[in-house]
């Protein structure tokens, strides 16, 4: 990658929505080889995707919890079906493996209390290999990374 693709990269980040011809300005480029150039960062999987921030409560996902969960059972087999259960659920909008404790850390977001509640009650907890799990709850978020 060069200093261009880097360039591309950062006013995509910015606003993944200005059109070819916007972005090859903002760039330095001619639309044709920007254009080309954007095609090799997703076809290189350096560009995955193109994301829509959403308002949580309009998707009533405005309640967000912190999870830390420990696994019964370390197994490599174990924690791999562990953690594609986990994340097949809606709610849990990022999961991450650590090193060391908590063998996971999850964040997780519903409606309300009542919503975490069943989320953790009916789902969660029913999945194999949990051992212990607990809960934190933010006080307000004071920054959101947005989608790198």
Do not use: W
């Amino acid at each position: 990658m060069d200093r261009i693709d880097r360039a591309i990269i950062d006013q995509l980040r910015r606003n993944c929505r200005q059109s070819n011809l916007e972005l090859a300005d903002a760039v330095g480029l001619t639309p044709s080889p920007c254009l080309r150039r954007v095609k090799r960062l997703e076809d290189e999987g350096i560009i995955t995707g193109y994301h829509a921030s959403i308002e949580p409560s309009a998707i009533d996902r405005a309640f967000e919890v912190l999870v830390d969960i420990d696994l019964a059972d370390q197994s490599p087999a174990s924690a791999k079906r562990f953690v594609a259960e986990l994340i097949a659920y809606d709610e849990v909008l990022e999961a991450r493996r650590m090193f060391g404790s908590p063998d996971l850390h999850v964040l997780v977001a519903t409606k309300d209390l009542a919503g975490y509640e069943a989320f953790v009650t009916d789902k969660l907890l029913t999945l194999p290999g949990i051992g212990k799990l607990q809960s934190r709850f933010p006080m307000s978020t004071v920054k959101r990374r947005p989608t790198v």
